[in-house]
């Protein structure tokens, strides 16, 4: 069987390069059909590889941290008698899959916009050895006993460090190399509490008295997420193209809170994580099919604006990878207890850098809550493509006038942003008055939605 070479698939939404995080193979590994081979980051999710072929690791094109753009090659497969030989030639980079095997990804072959980009600097965990060119025994795993946060004496070669993402953040934020670290987890992975033993370890060491009040912190250089990046450039694209403006209403949550409660001991509801959050995702999809043009986009290319016939709410999360918006499609057919499951899904995802490309994309309104860090209002700026984004501030008691009288309610402050090209502000008035309103009182939700 002639060598087969997988490239770096398509993973959606235009995705020109993924970054190898680690790899899960190794030259001389017989691997089969779909078994998962490497993890790669691109700009919007932690994803997993799986293998279209089945075959010994004959060679591994790209180190842990290296940039891949997609159409480059990631593994060569031979067959059973095959010897993996990590220098020879790769082989028929255009081989396909054997007839009757089905991919599990799409996009595999396809061209890159530039083959020749230049590789991003390898990141703290990865080896300065090419993986392909070490031997696979050096990647054995260590007895139980041995694994401890020893550093590696100078001069050992390893292969890629396994390790999570958020580990390889700890490590980096404090300037350990994850080359030098022994790994406690299985095969060898580089755990928390490894890293943070080396982290404690100095501190414990050193006797010395404790800096003066003010001394001066040394600067750190903190690598720029493929995450981070791709945030940035859409907010400076939003915040410089579309004309934002942003309105803010005060309400009193206390009715609303109460119902919360009430729903969270329903026996039909006592399995499902509510919060206010969830009561006003609900509230907002519904109130979207009155106000419309809260669910739209402008499209300069075509000279129109695009209506949504669909609610695709983006929640913002907040995940060590920085802000992802994963987002449930067809919100405004959703129950209120289908909304809640899937809300929660797609934020322990997010959280856990879990996340399919698939699932960050495609949204049409989105909804994030500052409250949660303790913050009373803040100016959303829209996603790309989105005409509106509602911002919860913090639920909080307040001096509040209630029937005539003073009295400690709930409140919060709502802020909703708007592409002004789009929305006139009278729109926008009663769009943020509507869902005010129905959060004040969940009684008037029939009058409104």
Partial sequence: MAPNTFKLPDLGEGLTESEVLNWKIQVGEHVTLNQIIAEVETAKAVVELPSPYAGIVQKLHASAGEVVPVGGPLVTFGDEAAAPDADAPS???????????????????????????????????????????????????????????????????????????????????????????RGSGADGAVLRADVEALIEAPAKAAEPASPAVGAAAADRHVKISAVRR?????????????????????????????????????????????????????????????????????????????????????????????????????????????????????????????????????????????????????????????????????????????EDQVALRHTSTLALSFDHRVVDGKEASEFLAGVGAVLEDPGMMNIFI
């Fill in 91 to 181: 082989g028929d980079d255009g081989a396909s899959a054997e007839p009757g095997r089905t991919p599990t990804l799409v996009g595999y072959g396809a061209p890159a916009a530039s083959a020749n980009r230049p590789a991003r600097r390898a990141r703290a965990g990865a080896a300065s050895a090419s993986p392909a060119a070490v031997p696979a025994a050096q990647n054995s795993a260590s007895p139980a006993s041995e694994q401890s946060a020893e550093a590696v004496p100078a001069g050992a070669r390893r292969t890629a460090t396994r390790s999570t993402p958020p580990v390889r953040k700890l490590a980096r934020d404090h300037g350990i190399e994850l080359s030098a670290v």
């Fill in 230 to 402: 791709a945030t940035a450039k859409a907010m400076v694209e939003s915040a410089f193209t579309a004309p934002h403006a942003t309105e803010f209403l005060t309400v009193d949550l206390t009715e609303s809170m109460k119902l919360v409660e009430k729903l969270r001991k329903h026996p039909l509801l006592r399995d499902v994580k509510l919060n206010i959050t969830t009561l006003t995702s609900l509230i907002v999809t519904r109130l979207l099919g009155t106000y419309r043009a809260l669910n739209s986009r402008w499209d300069a290319a075509n000279d129109e604006i695009i209506e949504f016939g669909s609610v695709h709410l983006g929640m913002a999360v907040a995940s060590e990878r920085g802000l992802l918006v994963p987002v449930v499609k067809d919100a405004q057919i959703r129950s209120l207890r289908d909304l809640a499951e899937e809300l929660t899904q797609l934020i322990d995802l997010g959280r856990a850098g879990k996340l399919a490309p698939a699932q960050l994309s495609g949204g049409t309104f989105s909804i994030t809550n500052v409250g949660v860090f303790g913050v009373d209002a803040g100016t959303p700026i829209l996603p790309p493509g989105q005409s509106g984004i509602l911002a919860l501030g913090q639920v909080k008691r307040r001096p509040w006038e209630f």
